[in-house]
C-alpha cells in the first residue's frame, strides 16, 4: 500500500473505495495487516496515521562531507547584560519591534554587543530590514561576522578586509565588502567598481552605484558622469541622483543653466506684482543622459509628461540659487507660484532640491505646505538641525490660535526624530488640553501617541505619567492609548537603564 493509495481513497470516499490494507512482508506491511480492516472510515485514519509517522521517520540524516568552518575568536567586546537581552529578545519576538533601531544604537553608543544566542534571530531581521543594517552591524561582534559567513542570506553582515571577495564572492559579500570600504577607504572602494564594472549585471551595477551615497564627494563626479552613458536607464537614474547632490557636478551645472532658461522671474513694474514665466521642456537626448527621460505613470497622470520633466529638472538645482539670482527668501519665492499653472511642478522641484541639498531655510519654508504628507513631511522635518526643528515646532505648540497649535500636533506625529526635552513637555501640556476639552477622541491622534512615546525624551516617563485628565468626560476613549503611550516611553527608559548598567 502506497500513501497515494490513501490519498485517492480519502478523495473519492470510504463508500466507493475500500482502503487496501494488503501489504508487503516487510516490517511496515506487517504493521499494516494488523489494523482492524471491518470500520472503512476507522481502517483509514489509522492506516493513515500509521503512513505518516512512517513517512516521518523513514529520512536518513544526510553526510555534510563539507570541513568544519575554523571555530570563531574569542570575543573582547562584553556582552549587554541579562535584563538588555531580555529587552532584546522581546522586540525579536515581536513586541516594541519599532524600539528595536534605538537599543541597536544605545548598546553601539555603550561599546557592547548583542548576545551569542539571540544573534541568528539579529541576522534574520537585518536581513528582512534593509534600515537596520547599518545600526545592527556594529554589535554583532565577531561571533555575529563569523555566523554570517555560514549563511549567504546573511551576506550583508559579513566584515572582512579580503578584497579577493571582490572577485570571488557571493554579491551580498561583494556589496559587504563594498559599504565596509566607502566607509573607511572611498577611493579604495570606486577602484574595485570600476575593474569589474563591464562585467557586472544591471541590477548589480544599481546597487552598487546607490553604496556611494556613503562618503559621496566630488571624487566621485567622472565615474558618476561616464555611468550617465550606461545601457541600463536604472542606473542612470542612479547615477543622477547622486549627481544631483553634489553642487559642483556637471549634471547640476548643466541642469541649473537650463532652469534658468525655463523659469524666469519677472519683478513688479507699474501696477503689476512679481510673476514667474515658465517653459515647460521637450524630451531631447541630453536630457535622458541626465536621468530625465520616460516619467512614471503616476507621475505622468498627476503632472503630465513636460511638467514632470519641469519638476526634475528643479529638483537637481540647489534652492540657494533662486534666492541669489532673483533675490527673494524662500517664502517669498513660494508664494509667486502660490496661483500659478505649474505651481505643483515647481513645489515637487523645490522639495526633491531641498532633500537633496540639505538646505534648512526651504525646508522649514515648505514644511506649511506639507504638515501631514506620508512622506515628505518627515523628509522636510528630518532636514531641519534638531535645536532648529524643536523651535519651529515649539512656535507652533505655543500659537495662539487652536489651528496652529492642532497643526503643530499633526507634524510632530510625522516627524521622525527625538525630541528635546521642552518641546516633550510642550507636547505633553497639549496632548493633555485636547482631552480636557472633552472632545472625542481623535483617531489619528490617538495612533500618534505610540509614535510621541518613540521620540519623547524617556527621562520624562515618570513626569509623563502624571497630570492626565482623568475626570475628562471622554476620558475611558482614551485610556487605552494613553496607557499603550506610558507603557512603551517606560520601555525604552528601562532599556536604556539596562544597558546603562551593563556598561
Not at 245 to 259: E, G, I, K, Y
Not at 289 to 304: E, H, N, Q, T, V
Not at 465 to 492: C, I, M, Y
Request: glycine share 4%; with cysteine; hydrophobic share 40%.
Amino acid at each position: 500500500m502506497t500513501w497515494q493509495n490513501l490519498v485517492t481513497c480519502a478523495l473519492l470516499g470510504t463508500e466507493r473505495q475500500a482502503p487496501d490494507l494488503q501489504a508487503s512482508d516487510d516490517a511496515l506491511g506487517q504493521l499494516l495487516s494488523r489494523l482492524e480492516s471491518d470500520d472503512r472510515e476507522g481502517a483509514l485514519l489509522r492506516a493513515a496515521g500509521v503512513m505518516a509517522l512512517w513517512r516521518r521517520a523513514g529520512y536518513q540524516i544526510q553526510r555534510d562531507e563539507w570541513p568544519l568552518p575554523p571555530p570563531c575568536e574569542l570575543d573582547a567586546t562584553p556582552v549587554c547584560g541579562p535584563l538588555a537581552r531580555q529587552h532584546l529578545a522581546l522586540m525579536l519576538q515581536g513586541h516594541h519591534t519599532e524600539l528595536l533601531l534605538e537599543w541597536l544604537q544605545v548598546l553601539a553608543e555603550a561599546g557592547r554587543r548583542a548576545p551569542e544566542d539571540l544573534l541568528p534571530a539579529l541576522l534574520e531581521a537585518g536581513a528582512a530590514r534593509i534600515g537596520l543594517r547599518p545600526t545592527l552591524l556594529p554589535v554583532l561582534g565577531r561571533r555575529g561576522r563569523w555566523l554570517a559567513q555560514q549563511n549567504p542570506a546573511w551576506g550583508y553582515a559579513v566584515q572582512t578586509d579580503d578584497e579577493n571577495l571582490w572577485q570571488t564572492g557571493q554579491f551580498e559579500e561583494r556589496l559587504a565588502l563594498l559599504r565596509q570600504l566607502r566607509a573607511t577607504h572611498p577611493d579604495r572602494a570606486l577602484e574595485l567598481l570600476n575593474t569589474t564594472w563591464s562585467e557586472d549585471r544591471a541590477k548589480q551595477r544599481r546597487e552598487f552605484i546607490e553604496t556611494l551615497t556613503t562618503g559621496l564627494s566630488m571624487a566621485d563626479e567622472p565615474f558618476l558622469e561616464a555611468a550617465l552613458d550606461d545601457r541600463s536607464v536604472e542606473v542612470v537614474r542612479a547615477a543622477a541622483d547622486l549627481l544631483a547632490r553634489l553642487p559642483d557636478s556637471r549634471l547640476v551645472q548643466r541642469l541649473t543653466a537650463r532652469a534658468l532658461q525655463l523659469i524666469r522671474f519677472q519683478p513688479s513694474r507699474f501696477l503689476k506684482r512679481d510673476r514667474l514665466e515658465v517653459e515647460l521642456p521637450e524630451d531631447d537626448p541630453a536630457l535622458r543622459r541626465d536621468g530625465i527621460a520616460d516619467p512614471p505613470s503616476a507621475s505622468s497622470a498627476k503632472l503630465g509628461e513636460k511638467a514632470w520633466r519641469l519638476s526634475r529638472i528643479v529638483g537637481a538645482v540647489p534652492p540657494s540659487i533662486w534666492q541669489r539670482e532673483w533675490q527673494r527668501t524662500p517664502a517669498e519665492i513660494l508664494a509667486l507660484s502660490r496661483n500659478h499653472e505649474w505651481r505643483r511642478a515647481l513645489l515637487e522641484g523645490w522639495v526633491l532640491a531641498t532633500q537633496r541639498h540639505r538646505d534648512p531655510d526651504w525646508a522649514e519654508a515648505l514644511l506649511p505646505l506639507y504638515p501631514d504628507h506620508d512622506t515628505l513631511t518627515a523628509a522636510l522635518a528630518e532636514v531641519l538641525p534638531p535645536a532648529r526643528s524643536d523651535a519651529y515646532l515649539l512656535a507652533l505648540l505655543r500659537d495662539s490660535s487652536s489651528g496652529g497649535r492642532a497643526a503643530a500636533l499633526v507634524l510632530l506625529s510625522r516627524v521622525q526624530r527625538p525630541w528635546g526635552i521642552e518641546l516633550g513637555r510642550a507636547t505633553l501640556e497639549q496632548v493633555c488640553q485636547r482631552i480636557r476639552e472633552d472632545k472625542q477622541p481623535d483617531w489619528w491622534l490617538s495612533n500618534a501617541l505610540r509614535g510621541f512615546a518613540r521620540w519623547l525624551p524617556p527621562e520624562l516617563s515618570e513626569e509623563a505619567a502624571a497630570g492626565w485628565p482623568t475626570d475628562s468626560k471622554h476620558w475611558r476613549q482614551w485610556e487605552n492609548a494613553v496607557n499603550d503611550f506610558l507603557d512603551r516611553l517606560r520601555f525604552r527608559r528601562t532599556m536604556r537603564e539596562a544597558i546603562a548598567e551593563s556598561a
